[in-house]
């Protein structure tokens, strides 16, 4: 008996000491770096670390750690949910512990066991029913863990849940301070851009408009369909031109939203039509999948932008002689878009990054760089209608951007 009690005898004082270590004056790394400290002593770990969750993303980012190799440093840079030991973690929203994760089939963890690591335990940190984040360990000892020391984790997460809701992940810090040097010069290009376009465009509408004046009295068709399309782009240009200054001056990301009833599948063909051009020089194929006439309530301007920057990214980043698919359905009470490709794809840790204001993919993927706002813009349009977007995407296996929005039907 006097055995059983020793370890939780332990445990109170190495608690205690995280309570002060939790209330002194050190700044928020300093605190998980004591109490990782403290942990990784009282419960002889190799490795321990704490990761902050992203509900927007569905990520795990790693915030501190001791004694983790380089390997796993990167591989718990970002984690999704669902992926791997840890992804299930953040699913079940449960702690848990594997005494010998080269055995148990339902712990396996490849990179660990490469590195020499045996065992394992985790526990999420959680507040009012929120993910917060993560706290976990690793012994290159087998058969270490027990309930003991899965309550202790418990404690100690419940001990660290307004450090964790306060951290930034030291990833997020200096990706703070890139973004913010590339917002500056950002705002300076989009000032210049509005001086260099603006008449340019003005002179475009104006002439187009009557040119389609003259292929309407004369009835070409084709000709006159043409034109509707570069005059319908150009004002469409312009507008979005706007917004972007807008944008730049008051660092506003607020848009508003007038909606009515339309047909999607009407808009869908429209814009399809737009960027047709755009996949021929490419040879590229855009495939049109959509169901006759989808009512929808929405602003059908900004589902329209929605839809041109999803398709336009689409056939940016596929290779000549890709597909482009432009799918819609019903599911339920909602409207589900997709927007795939045959691209490149996107990697895990880029994923997450796409829809951040002024973030853009990789150049060495494609060569072309971008001014990083065409999905934030989506995100926050899509969201203002009560809907959802996301991606799919693995490398070599291109990508596939989807949104929904709500019917609204009668």
């Given at each position: 008996?006097?055995?059983?009690?020793?370890?939780?005898?332990?445990?109170?004082?190495?608690?205690?000491?995280?309570?002060?270590?939790?209330?002194?004056?050190?700044?928020?790394?300093?605190?998980?770096?004591?109490v990782?400290?403290?942990?990784?002593?009282?419960?002889?770990?190799?490795?321990?670390?704490?990761?902050?969750?992203?509900?927007?993303?569905?990520?795990?980012?790693?915030?501190?750690?001791?004694?983790?190799?380089?390997?796993?440093?990167?591989?718990?840079?970002?984690?999704?949910?669902?992926?791997?030991?840890i992804?299930?973690?953040?699913?079940?929203?449960?702690?848990?512990?594997?005494?010998?994760?080269?055995a148990?089939?339902?712990?396996?963890?490849?990179?660990?066991v490469?590195?020499?690591?045996?065992?394992?335990?985790?526990?999420?940190?959680?507040?009012?029913?929120?993910?917060?984040?993560?706290?976990?360990?690793?012994?290159?000892?087998?058969?270490i863990?027990?309930?003991?020391?899965?309550?202790?984790?418990?404690?100690?997460?419940?001990?660290?849940?307004?450090?964790?809701?306060?951290?930034?992940?030291?990833?997020?810090?200096?990706?703070?301070?890139?973004?913010?040097?590339?917002?500056?010069?950002t705002?300076?290009?989009?000032?210049?851009?509005?001086?260099e376009l603006?008449?340019?465009?003005?002179?475009?509408?104006?002439?187009?408009?009557?040119?389609?004046?003259?292929?309407?009295k004369?009835?070409?068709?084709?000709?006159?369909?043409?034109?509707?399309?570069?005059?319908?782009?150009?004002?469409?240009?312009?507008?979005?031109l706007?917004?972007?200054?807008?944008?730049?001056?008051?660092?506003?990301?607020?848009?508003?939203?007038?909606?009515?009833?339309?047909?999607?599948?009407?808009?869908?063909?429209?814009?399809?039509?737009?960027?047709?051009?755009?996949a021929?020089?490419?040879?590229?194929?855009?495939?049109?999948?959509?169901?006759?006439?989808?009512?929808?309530?929405?602003?059908?301007?900004?589902?329209?932008?929605?839809?041109?920057?999803?398709?336009?990214?689409?056939?940016?980043?596929?290779?000549?002689?890709?597909?482009?698919?432009?799918?819609?359905?019903?599911?339920?009470?909602?409207?589900?878009?997709?927007?795939?490709?045959?691209?490149?794809?996107?990697?895990?840790?880029e994923?997450?990054?796409?829809?951040?204001?002024?973030?853009?993919?990789?150049?060495?993927?494609?060569?072309?760089?971008?001014?990083?706002?065409g999905?934030?813009?989506?995100?926050?349009i899509?969201?203002?209608?009560?809907?959802?977007?996301?991606?799919?995407?693995?490398?070599?296996?291109?990508?596939?951007?989807?949104?929904?929005?709500?019917?609204?039907?009668?």
């Open positions: 008996m006097q055995q059983q009690s020793q370890p939780k005898n332990k445990y109170l004082y190495v608690l205690s000491d995280i309570s002060d270590i939790v209330a002194s004056s050190l700044s928020d790394r300093e605190i998980l770096d004591g990782l400290w403290e942990l990784g002593n009282v419960i002889d770990l190799d490795a321990c670390w704490v990761q902050k969750y992203s509900p927007v993303n569905k990520t795990l980012m790693l915030v501190i750690q001791h004694g983790l190799p380089d390997e796993m440093i990167k591989e718990l840079e970002a984690v999704e949910e669902g992926t791997g030991v992804g299930a973690v953040v699913q079940t929203r449960k702690p848990l512990f594997c005494n010998d994760i080269s148990d089939a339902n712990y396996r963890w490849e990179s660990a490469k590195n020499g690591y045996l065992s394992f335990i985790a526990c999420p940190v959680i507040s009012g029913g929120q993910l917060l984040g993560l706290i976990a360990g690793s012994s290159t000892r087998a058969g863990f027990s309930v003991n020391e899965l309550k202790l984790m418990s404690a100690v997460s419940s001990s660290i849940l307004e450090v964790c809701g306060r951290v930034k992940s030291g990833q997020e810090d200096s990706e703070a301070a890139s973004q913010q040097d590339e917002i500056t010069h705002h300076l290009f989009l000032s210049a851009l509005s001086h603006k008449t340019p465009l003005t002179a475009i509408i104006a002439s187009t408009g009557l040119l389609i004046e003259e292929l309407d004369k009835q070409e068709a084709v000709l006159l369909k043409l034109a509707q399309n570069i005059s319908r782009s150009a004002t469409s240009l312009r507008n979005r706007n917004e972007l200054i807008s944008l730049s001056k008051n660092k506003d990301e607020s848009y508003g939203i007038a909606k009515k009833d339309f047909d999607f599948s009407m808009l869908a063909a429209e814009v399809a039509d737009q960027v047709l051009s755009l021929k020089e490419k040879k590229q194929t855009l495939n049109l999948e959509v169901a006759p006439y989808i009512k929808i309530n929405a602003d059908d301007q900004r589902i329209e932008q929605v839809l041109l920057n999803l398709l336009s990214n689409a056939i940016k980043f596929t290779p000549e002689n890709g597909q482009i698919f432009l799918r819609a359905e019903k599911d339920g009470n909602r409207l589900v878009v997709n927007v795939q490709d045959t691209g490149p794809g996107i990697a895990n840790e994923k997450r990054k796409l829809f951040v204001p002024y973030y853009h993919p990789s150049t060495d993927r494609s060569g072309i760089p971008g001014l990083g706002l999905l934030a813009i989506s995100k926050q899509v969201e203002l209608h009560g809907g959802a977007i996301w991606v799919q995407s693995e490398v070599g296996k291109g990508s596939n951007f989807s949104f929904s929005l709500p019917l609204h039907e009668k």
